[in-house]
């Protein structure tokens, strides 16, 4: 099996969870989508197991093709909890890894801020990601703002709009950013792009949806004529799962790196520190983060 065969809208995960080119899955990996790809269902495997699995050195098929060393990967990176995992997924899984940020006028530019001292970190407390860490690409967005009356971009109460989104939902946001993403990644050949968008734990907004993201794989591989794959690896974890996924990635120091530098406040409140991190803790954002924190903690 070959990357080109993924990028035909499978997922690394449902990939797991199906087997490879048609074969029956590994009792590997069928456990391993079970906990990380299964809503949540948490099957005991051992670490070093889950750890050889994600990163494509273990099962007996030839999984291990899924990925190379050599291949480079852009990664949409925010500067929050999801965008860190997948940054660190990333790192672990390919050669050359860049990211791109977008600053659109957000209400609070804490997690902007914090990705340089995320990508810091990561440098200094991970030596094997350090030399595959590349450039980091800040786009500006001003238009974004300019249209938008959202609560992530205006100084408005937090709240459920007209059609049931919650006003932080910004419209066309993310089909922006893959764009811009995909334009980049074609700039500078670049064949994987990674964001974390999720359905799983979500705000019910629409373009993080997984058919939102097949659809916009296939409009920026047409209209750039283009093979580019766009992995979402967190689209079927919720958040005490992505919690996990970081722990079998980085260990407990890349769990601290996250709780301690990532941002998900949508209030940007940093001077209030819970044990999963900074945040008002009664927003949203922080809402979803204590309790997916709170049942890794218990599992
Ligand atoms: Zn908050």
Request: glycine share 12%; aromatic share 8%.
């Amino acid at each position: 099996m070959n990357t080109d065969e993924i990028a035909d809208g499978t997922r690394l995960l449902a990939h797991m969870g199906q087997g490879c080119a048609g074969a029956p899955a590994s009792t590997e990996h069928r456990a391993l989508f079970a906990e990380f790809g299964g809503g949540g269902l948490a099957l005991h495997i051992p670490t070093s197991a889950r750890a050889a699995i994600v990163r494509g050195t273990a099962g007996p098929d030839g999984c291990r093709a899924m990925t190379g060393a050599a291949a480079r990967a852009l990664v949409l990176f925010s500067g929050g909890q999801d965008s860190t995992t997948c940054l660190a997924l990333a790192l672990d899984r390919y050669g050359w890894v860049e990211t791109i940020g977008f600053d659109y006028g957000q209400r609070h530019r804490i997690e902007l801020d914090q990705r340089a001292t995320i990508r810091e970190s990561l440098r200094q407390n991970f030596p094997a990601w350090r030399e595959r860490l590349g450039e980091d690409h800040l786009i500006r967005i001003e238009a974004l703002a300019q249209i938008s009356t959202t609560a992530m971009t205006h100084d408005v109460e937090i709240a459920t709009g007209a059609r049931g989104l919650p006003n932080t939902f910004v419209p066309g946001r993310n089909l922006m950013f893959l764009s811009l993403a995909a334009a980049l990644a074609y700039r500078r050949g670049f064949k994987h792009i990674v964001g974390g968008m999720c359905e799983t734990d979500f705000s019910g907004y629409p373009d993080c949806r997984d058919d939102t993201m097949k659809a916009m794989q296939l409009a920026v591989n047409l209209g750039m004529d283009s093979r580019f794959i766009l992995e979402t690896p967190l689209m079927w974890l919720d958040k005490a799962a992505t919690w996990r996924l970081a722990e079998t990635l980085g260990g407990t120091a890349l769990v601290a790196l996250i709780v301690e530098s990532t941002h998900s406040c949508y209030l940007g409140e940093r001077a209030i520190r819970h044990d999963w991190g900074h945040g008002c803790g009664s927003c949203p954002a922080c809402r979803l983060r204590a309790e997916g924190w709170r049942r890794y903690i218990a599992s």
